[in-house]
């Protein structure tokens, strides 16, 4: 956290600086000394009154001025007046409210039980806090070594204009406003500024000044933020006042006298606070809204009034004195009809009433809560041209701030006498006075002052201003002044020079500011078009003057701007108010189209690289005049640009973008650049490096190791506990681990969205630092790019960090900002919640203990004032800061102020000839293109215009050969004929026109590609039509007309209908059949799948059955016997459960005595439905039956059921019609074919013989309505004809419109009959050329004449003829005459069925008003019945409670019984151990009823049942009574002493049962005690099921009410019911009435029915006597057979019992026997036995082979090893010898070998080493073979371990020879 800890916790700085501190001094100066010790001074009240108990408060009841929470000590009074006494004063009845709902009216006392006479500390008047104990310091690490004063604020440049109210005048020469974490105090005359820091670091929410002025209040933020009260001139803290809010203060407002302060708190709470701020009370306090509060304030004139007023609401509040104390009451104020508005400004009048603003500007006068009304200006215009922001009632006149910049000035009388004229609710009124502030203005606030008795304004601004108003309106009124001009909003950009104490600052109010952090001046400004959002000073290698300055802006241009010092210009005449500063606007380019986000220069200073939103980083040659040189495109939007430090060897650019990726490429050199096309840099190298998260990852990391961490503790303090066990000589019983379930961990996330990348630095070649902001916040990560030369696609990289670095407390606050000091000694980190970091780096590089100690101190605003730059100056000494808050804070390093030499900032000199140069050409357009698309427009533009001379050229061209051959035609033409040249002879070559005639077929074929959009958009159109107007019908309205009549049938026009209307429906035919075609598909599919596993199942089970074990026969002829047992046992269990199966069953169906036939109870049940008196549903007292309640659902289906009727019928009528149109197609085609038949029968006869050839019938086109839809080219250009005529005709038409009448009627009328006269004209054409044809050919034939045999021929065909053609022209009429049949036949029954639709539809009608009447009642009907639904299962739930109860009870009951069964048998055991005539009878009687312990049990009793009722109690307390007067005469004797002459066993035996009894009568009161409890619960519980019932009556009653409601609302609907004349039979004197209301729509046929039905059941009812009569004798006769079979069977039963006695002597249970003949268990375990021993047995003959291997082994090994012992025993002899040869040698030999050899002692060492390895080998052989001769289970274990790679037979080191256990570890001897 940034913030710093409370500063009575805080250990004081060390007064000398470490080593890095002190190397951060450039100038040499000494460290300071820390800060002095505090002193803890204590508060009044602790002074005067520690020995008094504090008197009761509530947490934020400061009466006693006990140190706050913070620790924040109290200064002494002053003048020595420590010891004045605190008055005793009786305080005021305390009421503070918890937090309410919105609309609560009245508060809750905390205090409700506190006496007013209670006594309470008064706090002294001349009480005052220390500021040095109270203000918030830096944080440091603890023992890192940082100064506490590292950085000290020097001077604050900016205002927070944006803040609502963020300026107090406290006199006419000093202003306050907040900065952050600071409050300025700002003297107008001097400029200078003092601070006043917040107490706990979180920001400052408000400032408000006392009326006298004498004090102010400052609301902070934070956790349980402080409001602290400043006594004004002195600056120091008056008064403390905690527990208003929980995260901060929003606004406050004294009232009128200054004695309370009000204050709003923020979100979550939003409390409004009354505080008796003198004693550091609260007063009341109360939920003010539930959303945010802008404003509260006192009224003037009735301090018990406040008002409230924020997002969309306004509130009235109300101090009252009540019988409960003083409570707070808030009334929310109605809009009404005037639409919700967030209310700024807003004042109170003297009557009560209220005006605010409203968002569009106009007035609204609240009174009683609601909108008197709405005032306005005339014409309806707004009273301001924006929201109102400040409303102030000055010396009886109204006066208005606006945003627009407007103050007005209203007349307060008319204004509160104003009421609406009309509906509208708006009064027109004027201002009586205006003053427009200026341009560009936006009034925040005003606050008066009166400087030398003139009363001024001091207004805030929101665009960045302070103004001085004087608002008299007289003569000598002055002109508004600006005071002080800032930025408004947030800082986008910051840079210092590299030269001198300027910085550079700019924003998105479009100005850039020059300030001189030295004289902490504004040097000078300049505005543009838009905004600003980068910039960057150019370094020295670029300006040595360091007088330019390069700004991106919102709009993508990049100004070069110059500073310069105007004084050293050459003067001229006529120029005036020289300033410090100019700006010149140098040069002007716009390399992007957004926003500019980053600039930077190369630190050679050649190139400018530029970066942007727009995903492009363009570079320039920076000269004179910066030139282009090209752009790259990148994968994000540019966050940053940094070039690489003079410390690397190439010159690379870091470019971080905003989505996770991060480029590098090198600076382009420009003349390698071909931009004479485009400026886009194509080849330039660049690596790629795209973020991917990790955080998750290290968490888990994290928890992992937390967890195994715990793990090691916890077993490490296990085994400590079985330590000291063993340590304390106790056992430790090893107990196997109960494995705990863990948490799974967490798993890895990855967000979705990459975090954005905040900042980040170059740390080596390659190698950057990140710091991101979203999920992956809390870490520095060092990257470094990917070595590979071919890099894959960036999008898909996923590249992690190589080292992480956490940093503390950034997880929700990350770090937006990274800077160093030049000497890189620091690092500056600027926070996201304002606060600004220093880490200082000892060897310049990063790393995780570098980065642990810190200083940290929070500058600008904690909620929105992220700091958006850091700069250090060139030489170190100061560090500037800017925020999105608005605020530019200059900080000392290390020094306050610089004793050495006075500093001053320069301002860089002019260039030469400046004055001369024209001025610079701006780009304000903020369209205009940028330079790419500058580049491609000119390279377009002449690319086209080289295109133009070239077609200009070949034009001409073609002009001067055209022109020679035309001359030649010419020249040709004159010659004579016949030495002409023909047309064909000038075509030189036949290939070049088919070229050109390819190239004709490609221009169609590119035509088509271009017209292809078109085409397939109007294709798409007219399906979207067809789809829409004919897809939709499953029917067209076809006519099939009869051939010979007038007569015709209509199809009826459906459309489809809705498929949820054949849910749980039959479908049509036509999808019935798809489906099931679909469904057939879909199985054969599933089968064939389900096909393979079984296969591939199959081939597993064969496998398994010949890999399975061979097993003996002798175990599967058991397991045979044991199945066929187990076979025998189930038949005949089957056989059992079967006979038990058929008994049930047949004792199921026996009838019980109460049975009664089914039939007969249905037969009962309809007649009591259907017979009766039965009310008409429209009668009074008619009830719905719940089985016939209608709701919308049910009337929905009803409709939906009629509607798919109702299709079905039409749909089958159309198929039926449908099949006629085609029975006619059918028809027309035999006419045909017979025509053609009779056509050639007719061409036999004569003309005078032929008949007239019937008409072929033709089809209307209404009964082919679908070839309407047929079309092809032919028709098409037919239709264009037809469009072109008609265009011709109308154009004729206009201009003679009579004619053209007459022949457009003639047209119409030949296009109505020109298709049929067509088809018949033709057909007559045809059939005259065929009959001129056959006469012809007959007249030829004539011509010779026949014989007798030929006319006998003739004669007979003629008559053959003669009769074809009569019965062909008779079928024909036949065929005509059969379909006008049919026709009629039908259209007979689509009458029939018109009518039937007709009444359909007369009934959907009516169902559809009821549905309609069903779903307005469908509300309070669902919620009826919902009431009736919970309380029916709220009785159902009470009813299970009232029978758990009654069994719970019922068990009660019969404890209570065996308790008292317990108690008498008790006594009967006494009286029968006392026997007959005992002389000590009634003293042991005396002694059982005795009841010492009695008073023990009793307070048990009390205590174990304290909520018992009071006659149970009575209850107890009397049969107490009773048992103590019963043994009241015990005093006379001790029972503890058993009487002479008594005998001792008795006396033991009674006080025994004695201390049963009283246990028994325990127990039994206390069951009795439960079962009371019971009892009254139960009660309880019956009540409550009553009045549940009683709902559940009342609920029910409503439901059946409102459905006879509903029930009168449907009758009320007009049915129509079609009758007939003679239908009616309702007369009135012989008349038929004109009112049918009384009538009833019966058919004669139901009249009839009834009347037949009377006598029906008269004949039944007789019927049913006689029947009935029958039945009871039936009855009677087999109850007695019943009785008689009973008998027999109760003979049988002990007749079989006496045979079973004589034959076993009991009774057997035959069915157990034949289950249990043989034990199947016993068999299975016995045949498993036999397997476990098979298997046994091969593992020993597997182990015995086994044993017989080791063994041949071992005797092989002990060979070698003996072999080995010997000749190492050969070694020891030749050794000896050896040795006994130098001891015989002379002592004089070898002088120059005397003493001991460093050879020959290793060497013995050596062979000792070895002696001592192979004797102890020897030991272990022998070990090893006792072991080997050992016949017992561990022979296995021991030769796997003699066969481990021989290591006991041949060690390969010393070591092994020192630690031979640690080879052994099991064989130790």
């Not at 107490?199 to 009326?211: D, E, K, Q, R, Y």
Request: net charge negative; with cysteine.
């Amino acid at each position: 956290m940034s913030t710093a800890p409370s500063p009575a916790l805080r250990t004081t700085a060390p007064r000398v600086l470490s080593a890095p501190w002190s190397r951060c001094l450039e100038t040499g100066n000494a460290a300071l000394d820390a800060a002095p010790d505090k002193e803890d001074m204590s508060s009044p009240n602790e002074q005067e009154g520690a020995d008094e108990k504090p008197a009761e408060s509530t947490p934020a009841d400061h009466s006693s001025v006990q140190e706050s929470e913070t620790g924040l000590p109290k200064e002494s009074p002053a003048g020595g007046e420590q010891e004045e006494d605190v008055e005793q004063v009786e305080t005021d009845t305390e009421s503070i409210a918890d937090d309410l709902e919105e609309q609560d009216n009245t508060q809750v006392s905390l205090k409700e039980g506190k006496s007013p006479e209670k006594e309470e500390k008064k706090i002294s008047e001349t009480f005052f806090y220390s500021y040095e104990d109270i203000y918030s310091r830096p944080f440091v690490t603890e023992d890192s070594g940082i100064p506490i004063n590292l950085l000290t604020l020097k001077y604050s440049f900016g205002y927070d204009c944006i803040r609502s109210v963020n300026l107090m005048v406290m006199d006419s020469q000093s202003l306050l406003y907040v900065a952050g974490n600071q409050v300025v105090i700002l003297d107008l005359k001097t400029k200078s500024q003092s601070y006043l820091r917040s107490s706990s670091g979180g920001g400052i929410g408000f400032i408000v000044a006392h009326p006298t002025r004498q004090y102010f209040a400052v609301g902070e933020k934070g956790e349980e933020p402080n409001l602290i009260i400043y006594d004004y001139p002195s600056l120091k803290p008056y008064r403390i006042l905690q527990g208003g809010t929980k995260k901060g203060y929003v606004f406050g407002d004294f009232n009128h006298t200054g004695t309370l302060l009000a204050s709003i708190g923020s979100s979550p709470d939003y409390m409004l606070t009354i505080w008796d701020w003198k004693q550091e009370k609260i007063v009341l306090r109360s939920k003010a809204f539930s959303q945010d509060v802008y404003r509260v304030t006192f009224s003037p004139d009735n301090e018990e009034q406040l008002t409230t007023a924020g997002v969309g609401h306004i509130r009235f509040w109300k101090m009252a004195h009540t019988f409960t104390g003083l409570k707070l009451q808030g009334a929310l104020g109605r809009f009404g009809k005037t639409a919700v508005t967030d209310i700024i400004g807003y004042v109170e009048l003297p009557d009560g009433k209220v005006i605010s603003g409203a968002e569009w500007g106009n007035l609204l006068l609240w009174e009683g809560g609601l909108i008197k009304v709405e005032l306005c200006r005339a014409g309806h215009k707004p009273c301001h041209n924006g929201p109102v922001s400040h409303i102030v009632l000055d010396e009886g006149e109204l006066v208005t701030v606006g945003k627009d910049g407007f103050i007005r000035v209203w007349n307060f009388e008319a204004i509160d006498t104003a009421d609406s004229v009309d509906e509208t609710g708006l009064l027109e009124m004027e201002p009586m006075n205006e003053l427009r502030v200026g341009r560009n203005v936006s009034l925040s606030f005003m606050s008066k002052i009166h400087d030398c008795g003139q009363p001024f304004w001091y207004a805030q601004d929101a665009n960045g201003r302070i103004w001085k108003l004087d608002l008299t309106f007289s003569n000598v009124t002055h002109d508004p002044e600006c005071l002080c001009t800032f930025h408004s909003g947030r800082i986008e950009a910051m840079s210092v020079s590299p030269m001198t104490y300027l910085m550079a600052t700019t924003a998105l109010d479009r100005s850039v500011r020059i300030y001189d952090f030295i004289s902490n001046s504004q040097q000078s400004e300049i505005k543009f078009k838009q905004g600003g959002t980068a910039l960057a000073w150019a370094p020295h290698v670029v300006n040595p003057n360091g007088s330019v300055i390069a700004v991106g802006f919102e709009d993508g241009v990049v100004r070069i701007i110059e500073v310069y010092d105007p004084k050293e210009l050459p003067t001229f005449a006529g120029r005036a108010n020289i300033r410090n500063a100019e700006i010149n606007l140098k040069q002007a380019f716009k390399p992007h189209t957004t926003a500019v986000t980053a600039l930077a220069y190369e630190r050679n200073g050649d190139v400018l690289a530029t970066g942007s939103k727009d995903k492009t980083v363009f570079f320039f040659a920076v000269e004179d005049e910066y030139k282009p040189i090209g752009f790259i495109h990148v994968p994000g939007p540019v966050q940053a640009l940094q070039w690489s430090p003079p410390s690397h060897v190439a010159s690379m650019l870091l470019i971080l973008c905003e989505n996770g990726y991060v480029l590098q490429v090198p600076a382009p050199l420009p003349e390698k650049q071909d931009t004479a096309s485009t400026y886009h840099i194509k080849n330039l190298p660049t690596e790629y490096f795209h973020f991917y998260s990790i955080k998750s990852r290290i968490k888990l990391e994290e928890e992992i190791a937390l967890r195994e961490r715990k793990k090691q503790e916890k077993e490490k303090a296990k085994l400590e506990w079985i330590k000291q066990l063993q340590e304390m000589g106790k056992e430790v019983e090893e107990e196997e681990p109960e494995e705990e379930e863990e948490e799974p961990l967490p798993s890895i996330y990855i967000p979705e969205e990459p975090s954005p990348i905040l900042c980040g630095f170059y740390s080596a070649p390659g190698k950057f630092w990140l710091s991101l902001g979203g999920y992956d916040s809390g870490f520095l990560y060092h990257c470094a790019f990917s070595s590979n030369e071919h890099q894959e696609d960036p999008e898909n990289r996923q590249d992690e960090p190589f080292e992480v670095i956490p940093i503390e407390g950034t997880d929700d606050n990350p770090i937006h900002q990274i800077s160093f000091c030049n000497s890189r000694l620091l690092m500056f980190c600027g926070m996201q919640n304002g606060a600004l970091r220093v880490y200082p780096l000892q060897d310049k590089d990063l790393s995780v203990n570098t980065l642990k100690a810190y200083w940290s101190l929070s500058v600008h605003d904690n909620d929105y004032g992220q700091i958006r730059g850091i700069c250090c100056s060139y030489d170190d000494r100061f560090l500037i800061t800017c925020g999105g808050d608005g605020n530019i804070f200059t900080f000392n390093i290390l020094s306050p102020e610089d004793v050495h030499e006075e500093l001053k900032a320069k301002i860089p000199p002019p260039r030469r000839g400046l004055e001369k140069e024209k001025a610079a050409e701006d780009i304000e357009d903020p369209n205009a293109c940028n330079i790419e698309e500058v580049k491609q427009k000119r390279e377009y533009e002449r690319i086209m215009k080289e295109a133009e001379d070239k077609k200009s050229k070949k034009r001409e061209e073609l002009i001067a050969l055209r022109q020679q051959f035309l001359f030649l035609l010419q020249k040709n033409q004159e010659l004579p004929k016949h030495m002409r040249l023909q047309r064909e002879q000038y075509e030189m070559d036949r290939r070049v026109f088919e070229e050109l005639n390819m190239q004709t077929a490609q221009r169609i074929q590119l035509v088509e590609k271009e017209l292809a959009w078109e085409h397939e958009k109007h294709l798409i159109g007219l399906q979207k039509l067809q789809n829409w107007f004919r897809d939709s019908l499953e029917f067209d309205t076809v006519v099939v007309h009869a051939i010979q009549s007038n007569h015709q049938i209509s199809t009826y026009r459906l459309v489809a209908i809705s498929e949820k209307y054949y849910q749980d429906k039959e479908r049509p035919s036509w999808k019935k059949t798809v489906l099931k075609r679909a469904w057939k598909k879909k199985e054969k599919r599933e089968s064939i799948r389900d096909r393979k596993p079984r296969v591939v199942k199959r081939e597993a089970d064969k496998l398994k059955t010949k890999v399975r074990k061979p097993t003996t026969c002798f175990i599967e002829r058991k397991r045979e016997q044991i199945r066929r047992l187990v076979e025998k046992s189930d038949k005949e269990k089957a056989k059992i459960m079967k006979r038990k199966e058929e008994w049930e069953k047949l004792y199921k169906s026996k009838p019980s005595d109460d049975y009664e036939d089914p039939r007969d109870v249905q037969a009962i049940k309809e007649v009591q439905e259907n017979m009766g008196c039965y009310k008409l549903k429209t009668a009074t007292d008619y009830r719905v039956p719940q089985e016939k309640y209608m709701n919308t659902e049910k009337k929905t289906m009803q409709l939906a059921s009629l509607e798919v009727l109702i299709y079905k019928k039409k749909v089958n009528m159309n198929k039926q019609i449908m099949s006629l149109r085609d029975f006619k197609v059918s028809i027309i085609e035999e006419i045909r074919c017979l025509l053609q038949e009779l056509k050639s029968v007719q061409a036999a006869l004569d003309i005078s013989e032929r008949l007239p050839l019937p008409l072929i019938p033709q089809l209307h086109p209404d009964e082919v309505p679908e070839k309407r839809f047929e079309y092809d080219r032919d028709i098409l250009l037919k239709f264009k004809e037809e469009q072109a005529a008609k265009a011709k005709l109308q154009e004729q038409l206009e201009e003679s419109p009579s004619s053209g009448a007459f022949r457009y009627s003639l047209k119409s009328s030949d296009k109505e009959t020109g298709s049929l006269q067509q088809t018949a004209s033709s057909d007559r054409m045809k059939r005259s050329s065929s009959v001129v044809i056959e006469q012809q050919k007959i007249f030829v034939i004539e011509k010779a004449e026949p014989t007798e045999m030929e006319l006998e021929i003739l004669k007979r065909e003629k008559i053959k003829n003669l009769y074809l053609q009569e019965t062909l022209i008779n079928k024909i009429n036949e065929l005509v005459t059969n379909f006008d049949a049919e026709l009629r036949f039908l259209r007979h029954k689509k009458l029939q069925l018109d009518v039937q639709m007709k009444y359909a539809d007369l009934n959907y009608i009516t169902w559809f008003e009821e549905l309609l009447i069903l779903k307005n009642a469908e509300k309070n009907e669902n919620l009826l019945q919902g009431h009736v639904n919970t309380l029916q299962s709220e009785q159902e739930a009470m009813q299970s409670k009232l029978n758990s109860y009654l069994a719970r009870m019922e068990d009660k009951k019969s404890e209570i019984v065996k308790l008292q069964e317990c108690e008498k048998a008790l006594y009967a055991s006494f009286q029968a151990s006392l026997g007959e005539n005992n002389e000590f009878a009634h003293f042991l009687t005396k002694v059982l009823k005795k009841k010492f312990n009695c008073v023990k049990k009793k307070v048990e009793r009390e205590t174990d049942e304290k909520d018992e009722s009071e006659e149970e109690s009575d209850e107890e307390s009397s049969s107490e009574s009773d048992e103590e007067d019963s043994g009241s005469e015990d005093e006379i004797f001790d029972i503890s002493v058993c009487p002479e002459n008594c005998d001792k066993a008795l006396f033991q035996n009674t006080i025994q049962l004695r201390e049963k009894l009283l246990d028994i009568k325990d127990a039994l009161i206390r069951e009795k005690k439960v079962a009371a409890k019971l009892r009254k619960e139960y009660n309880v519980l019956f009540e409550k099921a009553k009045s549940i019932e009683a709902s559940l009556n009342t609920a029910e009653k409503e439901l059946d009410i409102f459905q006879w409601k509903k029930q009168q609302k449907l009758n009320d609907l007009y049915v129509v019911v079609p009758l007939k004349l003679h239908q009616v039979e309702y007369f009135f004197n012989g008349e038929i009435p004109r009112d049918f209301s009384q009538a009833l729509v019966f058919t004669n046929q139901s009249l009839e029915y009834l009347q037949k039905r009377i006598v029906d059941l008269h004949h039944e009812k007789i019927m049913q006597r006689e029947i009935y009569k029958k039945a009871q004798k039936q009855y009677k006769q087999l109850v007695r057979d019943k009785k008689e079979m009973e008998i027999t069977i109760q003979r049988l039963e002990e007749k079989c019992s006496q045979l079973m006695m004589l034959k076993f002597g009991r009774v057997v249970d035959f069915e157990a026997v034949q289950a249990r003949s043989v034990n199947i268990r016993l068999e299975e375990l016995e045949l498993q036995i036999m397997e476990k021993e098979y298997e046994h047995s091969q593992e020993m003959k597997e182990c015995a082979k086994r044993i017989l291997d080791l063994e041949q082994k071992l005797m092989m090994l002990t060979k070698e090893n003996t072999r080995k012992a010997r000749q190492l025993n050969q070694f020891c002899l030749e050794k000896q010898q050896l040795e006994t040869k130098l001891d015989s040698l002379k002592d004089d030999w070898g002088v120059e070998f005397q003493g001991p050899r460093t050879a020959d002692m290793k060497e013995k060492a050596r062979m000792e080493s070895q002696l001592k390895r192979l004797a102890h080998d020897e030991a272990i052989l022998r070990e090893e073979i006792n072991f080997l001769s050992r016949k017992d289970g561990h022979l296995f274990e021991q030769l796997s371990l003699l066969t481990r790679n021989n290591q006991f037979l041949q060690p390969s080191s010393p070591q092994d020879l020192e630690a031979p256990d640690q080879i052994f570890p099991v064989l130790k001897p």
